[in-house]
């Protein structure tokens, strides 16, 4: 059975740094591609930022330049490092694949911005 688990997350003032983890189990990690979504209360989950199988990483434009993501294979985890972080960066951040057609997301993890 496939689980994503999240972690790192918390409060941070406006301007600071989270790393958020994900660690993958029950499935072949280096095979996958990753990503972290995010949703703000009141609006749609968001594409924030994807790490293929390759390496090839992709951004949301409301984060280039101020979050990266990267993957550990030997550790079966994909990060997302945020620096820079703003109010509106506020939300629950999610972990997620997709793996013989199946969506797989974690549980979620809460991200605070005070300005």
């Known amino acids: 059975q496939v689980q994503l688990v999240e972690s790192g997350g918390g409060l941070v003032q406006f301007g600071g740094s989270l790393r958020l983890s994900c660690a993958a189990s029950?499935?072949?990690?280096?095979?996958?591609?990753m990503a972290w979504y995010r949703q703000a209360p009141g609006k749609q989950r968001e594409l924030v930022a994807g790490?293929?199988?390759?390496?090839?990483?992709n951004y949301a434009d409301s984060v280039k330049g101020r979050f990266t993501i990267s993957r550990d294979n030997a550790k079966n985890t994909v990060y997302l490092e945020m620096n820079g972080l703003k109010p509106e960066d506020t939300a629950v951040y999610y972990c997620?694949?997709?793996?013989?057609?199946?969506?797989?997301w974690g549980q979620g993890i809460q991200v605070t911005v005070s300005a």
């Open positions: 997620n694949t997709v793996f013989i057609g199946l969506t797989y």
């Open positions: 029950g499935i072949t990690f280096s095979f996958l591609n």
């Open positions: 790490v293929a199988s390759s390496g090839n990483t």
